[in-house]
């Protein structure tokens, strides 16, 4: 077994791989950019080096200094985590030349599969099912309208050593084939040094399953049940979870089967996926096709681990080592149900716009990297951020990963439900309030599940999940009492309100424009005249407040307003205001304040990189047309007119790194 090993990579991944090493006995090394200096997984390896600059390109990118830190410190091993150098041949190949292990998969392996391309006709002869496209070189535009028309539409646009859902354009028509084929083509050269793209049929109705592979270097290739992964936006997945709540035992079988015979055919050892797309309008389940196979560890690897027991990492360096796998496809079982929820640096209010900087406050339901592979008490959360930390331009914007594990699929939902409302983030916009209104979704919990989930399920955008009468009822009742607590603390304190004066009991709490009378009694707490059975505590102060409503616990997030608080639970942000009840009525004579018209500003909504300018002053624009290409978090955003016009001013230039709402032209 290897004594040192080196982690090229970063956040929870990097973590993660430390993690299990540690328990293995392995020592550890970490490689880190100026961006990372301080970041928890440097902190946890035994050593670190300093690799470059920021920018991935100038750091997690290059081969040469990673070898160089594995000299340096004598690792013997290499664990490439995911995305960067995790399914580049010249990586591992380098690696081999200088006696180094890579903690993966075989080069030619790597190759065969790594290649969208190539790894369709190596599925194709291997017996597994393809989707129908055009799997040669793609000349021009031109050509990819031809072949477009040829297959039928939608058609997929994909880059060919794309993945993590860059580089991919859905086309519905020949339009959207002419505006997305050469911004394919440049994500895929920007993303990932090649501009190849492939044509593929788009599956109606489709879901994506995907089957883990294991295998080691001794000829055995085990399958380790499937992950449902169709909750996606943009094609990047937001949940996902294992069992899936589609696949029959059947199914299991005949797909795990195939993948197991895919992976043999490229000899492949390690940790793998294959992923397949299905089509949720066949009832059989029969209708299953190859999409590609990520030669790493996947994102999602640890619900996986918490329904089959088995640490994947740990078997990836064993596999390296040489040793064989000790359990066989028989001893592969299924022991209840995980979801994991990908807690993403995005603002789902305002149309998911990235969202950079600071964490000013950061608290997980549960400590990360706790537990085993089902975490504490079914609560797991792998994480590589710290209170103060920064979520940086120029990397993934997860900030973690939460999973929970129950008997039950409807219970590890709840515990993803319980385990959200505890999670604190401050500082930026995240995703919390969305994927929780999805845990709580209706169609969700029936298990319809397709990859258009998010765009059927929210075409407006998202503005908070549906919250129930009992919930605003106590939450009415809790804003109630910390209204007392507060006014109760002003008059104790000196030169407040004065020792002699009474809080208020009674108050009338308007949460989200609808209004309650509350009385905070000594023993118990009525609204609208309805006596609420509920326990907590509240010190002014306090962020996150728990209250027991006949057994069941309900957590609140808080944060202190003018009038009262945002209190935040079960999905959704409440504006929550609260007076007494004598100069409640007096909020009729207030004058609303109108918000200014910023209509013929173009604003960027993320802080990001100007691409490209489509228009100069004095041009005519109609409404829809681009006006703008904005790249963040290395994807590509296309900003439209919302109303036509003629542009007056141009603010910004082409290769200018915009703040988020920075005027980028003005309409006359």
Same mark, same amino acid.
């Given at each position: 077994m290897f004594k040192k090993i080196l982690i090229a990579n970063r956040g929870e991944i990097a973590c993660r791989v430390i993690k299990t090493a540690r328990r293995m006995g392995i020592a550890t090394v970490a490689v880190y950019s100026d961006a990372d200096a301080r970041a928890p997984f440097v902190q946890m390896a035994d050593e670190a080096v300093h690799i470059g600059a920021s920018p991935a390109s100038e750091s997690y990118l290059i081969a040469d200094k990673i070898i160089a830190a594995c000299k340096s410190t004598g690792a013997e091993a290499v664990h490439p985590g995911y995305g960067f150098l995790s399914e580049r041949t010249s990586f591992a190949e380098a690696l081999a030349k200088e006696n180094i292990a890579f903690i993966g998969p075989p080069v030619n392996a790597i190759a065969a599969m790594g290649d969208k391309i190539e790894s369709k006709k190596l599925a194709k002869e291997a017996g597994v099912n393809v989707v129908p496209g055009f799997v040669g070189e793609i000349r021009d535009t031109e050509h990819a309208v031809e072949i477009s028309n040829e297959i039928g539409y939608p058609v997929m646009m994909k880059a060919s050593a794309g993945g993590g859902g860059k580089g991919m354009r859905l086309a519905y028509d020949e339009k959207d084939?002419?505006?997305?084929?050469?911004?394919?083509?440049?994500?895929?050269?920007?993303?990932?040094?090649?501009?190849?793209?492939?044509?593929?049929?788009?599956?109606?109705?489709?879901?994506?399953?995907?089957?883990?592979?294991?295998?080691?270097? *001794?000829?055995?290739?085990?399958?380790?049940?499937?992950?449902?992964?169709?909750?996606?936006?943009?094609?990047?997945?937001?949940?996902?979870?294992?069992?899936?709540?589609?696949?029959?035992?059947?199914?299991?079988?005949?797909?795990?089967?195939?993948?197991?015979?895919?992976?043999?055919?490229?000899?492949?050892?390690?940790?793998?996926?294959?992923?397949?797309? =299905?089509?949720?309008?066949?009832?059989?389940?029969?209708?299953?096709?190859?999409?590609?196979?990520?030669?790493?560890?996947?994102?999602? *690897?640890? =619900?996986?681990?918490?329904?089959?027991?088995?640490?994947?990492?740990?078997?990836?360096?064993?596999?390296?080592?040489?040793?064989?796998?000790?359990?066989?496809?028989?001893?592969?079982?299924?022991?209840?149900?995980a979801i994991e929820n990908r807690v993403y640096a995005e603002d789902p209010y305002r149309g998911f716009l990235p969202s950079t900087g600071r964490l000013v406050r950061y608290r997980t339901p549960v400590p990360a990297w706790e537990g085993d592979e089902r975490g504490v008490d079914g609560v797991r959360v792998d994480a590589g951020v710290e209170e103060g930390g920064e979520v940086s331009i120029f990397y993934d914007p997860m900030i973690a990963k939460l999973v929970t594990w129950g008997e039950t699929r409807d219970e590890a939902a709840d515990l993803q439900i319980a385990a959200l409302d505890r999670f604190e983030i401050e500082g930026l916009g995240h995703n919390i309030d969305f994927v929780s209104a999805i845990m709580q979704h209706p169609r969700f919990r029936s298990g319809e599940l397709t990859t258009g989930f998010i765009a059927e399920e929210y075409p407006e955008g998202f503005h908070g999940a549906p919250t129930d009468a009992a919930v605003t009822r106590a939450l009415a009742a809790i804003a109630?009492?910390?209204?007392?607590?507060?006014?109760?603390?002003?008059?104790?304190?000196?030169?407040?309100?004065?020792?002699?004066?009474?809080?208020?009991?009674?108050?009338?709490?308007?949460?989200?424009?609808?209004?309650?009378?509350?009385?905070?009694?000594?023993?118990?707490?009525?609204?609208?005249?309805?006596?609420?059975?509920?326990?907590?505590?509240?010190?002014?102060?306090?962020?996150?407040?728990?209250?027991?409503?006949?057994?069941?616990?309900?957590?609140?997030?808080?944060?202190?307003?003018?009038?009262?608080?945002?209190?935040?639970?079960?999905?959704?942000? *409440?504006?929550?205001?609260?007076?007494?009840?004598?100069?409640?009525?007096?909020?009729? *004579?207030?004058?609303?304040?109108?918000?200014?018209?910023?209509?013929?500003?173009?604003?960027?909504?993320?802080?990001?990189?100007?691409?490209?300018?489509? =228009?100069?002053?004095?041009?005519?624009?109609?409404?829809?047309q681009p006006l703008a290409t904005v790249e963040a978090m290395k994807m590509e955003n296309i900003l439209r007119a919302e109303k036509s016009g003629t542009v007056k001013s141009v603010n910004a230039a082409q290769g200018d790194s915009l703040a988020v709402d920075a005027v980028i032209l003005e309409m006359e």
């Open positions: 084939v002419r505006e997305g084929f050469e911004a394919t083509k440049r994500e895929g050269l920007n993303s990932f040094g090649d501009d190849r793209v492939f044509i593929e049929k788009f599956i109606l109705n489709p879901r994506h399953i995907e089957i883990q592979i294991l295998g080691d270097q *001794h000829g055995n290739v085990l399958y380790l049940n499937e992950r449902e992964c169709s909750i996606q936006r943009r094609h990047q997945k937001v949940v996902e979870e294992a069992p899936s709540p589609f696949v029959t035992e059947k199914m299991r079988k005949a797909m795990g089967e195939q993948c197991v015979a895919l992976s043999k055919a490229v000899g492949y050892y390690s940790a793998g996926t294959v992923e397949l797309i =299905v089509s949720g309008a066949d009832p059989t389940g029969e209708s299953f096709y190859f999409l590609e196979m990520n030669t790493r560890l996947q994102v999602e *690897h640890p =619900v996986t681990e918490a329904i089959t027991g088995i640490d994947l990492v740990e078997q990836m360096i064993r596999v390296a080592a040489g040793e064989k796998l000790e359990m066989t496809q028989d001893d592969i079982k299924i022991d209840g149900w109630g009492f910390m209204a007392s607590a507060e006014a109760d603390r002003a008059r104790r304190t000196d030169g407040q309100l004065g020792d002699r004066l009474e809080p208020p009991a009674k108050w009338q709490v308007s949460i989200d424009g609808t209004s309650y009378k509350v009385k905070i009694g000594e023993k118990h707490i009525k609204v609208e005249g309805d006596r609420i059975d509920i326990a907590l505590e509240y010190t002014p102060g306090d962020r996150l407040v728990i209250a027991e409503i006949d057994e069941t616990e309900l957590a609140v997030k808080v944060a202190k307003t003018r009038t009262g608080w945002k209190m935040t639970t079960r999905g959704h942000i *409440h504006d929550v205001q609260v007076l007494p009840w004598h100069i409640a009525p007096l909020t009729a *004579h207030m004058i609303e304040k109108i918000p200014p018209d910023l209509s013929k500003f173009l604003i960027c909504p993320m802080p990001g990189l100007l691409v490209t300018l489509h =228009v100069g002053e004095g041009d005519k624009v109609e409404a829809g």
